[in-house]
């Protein structure tokens, strides 16, 4: 019987959003952002205004983000919430219900099917995450026990807690460590080529992509030792070469 490519490895690192937990940064014009400011209780500022210094904070984390520069010392929400124009007189009470009216837009859910997934994973593999959030991590550590998959994972490395944003190598040699494990035994699996395909190869792991085939590959991308269309393929029997 064929094993699957995962079988070379004892350690799956896995990364979050669009990987296991979907919906996630919910920042379009479409969004209701009064309406999640006024549920977290915020009575101060007008719909207006929150929806210009949410829509505002997301632009410039986003700009970071594609910025080499930052990402060994990317910034906290907070920060750059303190430094945005649009928000220069803003009550420091209401500059942390601003933080809480991103952090739920930013986070998504981890469908019943992907959690099974994962349980499944759990049977054979030793499991981790490293991911990108921009937003504090309780959050995120709650809707992993609602899904009922956090003690599932040994470690969990999220770039809000230390500053560090992938493709740094940082955050993988973090979880390496941690595992203390041998890189060649550790294959990482996400969405972006840019990110998490090439940063895992950069530490000297292995990388799984999942692309739904609409990404653009050329010579500049950092090359998947395997593609995959969903976290789900993995525990099938086998998986699809790049």
């Known amino acids: 019987m064929r094993t699957r490519f995962i079988d070379k ?3 799956i690192l896995l990364d979050m959003g669009r ?11 479409a969004e209701d ?4 400011y006024r549920h977290v209780g915020g009575k101060t500022l007008s719909d207006v205004e929150v929806s210009r210094i949410v829509s505002a904070l997301f632009e410039r984390l986003l700009s970071y983000s594609r910025s080499s520069a930052y990402y060994d010392q990317f910034p906290s929400v907070l920060h750059c919430l303190q430094g945005l124009p649009e928000a ?16 739920l837009h930013e986070i ?6 992907y959690a099974k997934a994962l349980h499944q994973l759990r049977e054979s593999h030793r499991l981790g995450v490293v991911s990108d959030i921009w937003s504090k991590s309780d959050l995120y550590f709650r809707e992993l026990e609602r899904a009922g ?31 203390n494990v041998e890189q060649s035994k550790v294959v990482y699996v996400g969405d972006s080529l840019r990110r998490d395909v090439a940063g895992a ?18 010579d500049s991308h950092a090359r998947a030792d395997w593609v ?15």
């Open 9 to 11: 490895f004892d350690v």
């Open 19 to 29: 990987t296991f937990m979907f919906n996630v940064d919910r920042f379009s014009n």
């Open 33 to 36: 952002f009064g309406a999640t």
């Open 88 to 103: 220069k007189d803003v009550p420091a009470g209401e500059i942390s219900l601003l933080q809480h009216v991103f952090a």
């Open 108 to 113: 998504g859910t981890v469908p019943d099917a």
């Open 149 to 179: 998959i956090r003690e599932l994972f040994e470690v969990i490395i999220f770039s809000s807690e230390h500053g560090h944003l992938k493709p740094s190598l940082y955050p993988f040699t973090k979880a390496i460590k941690a595992l």
């Open 201 to 218: 190869k950069a530490a000297g792991l292995s990388a799984v992509w999942i692309s739904d085939g609409r990404g653009q590959v050329d």
């Open 228 to 242: 995959i269309r969903d976290l789900r393929d993995l525990v099938e029997r086998q998986c699809c070469e790049s």
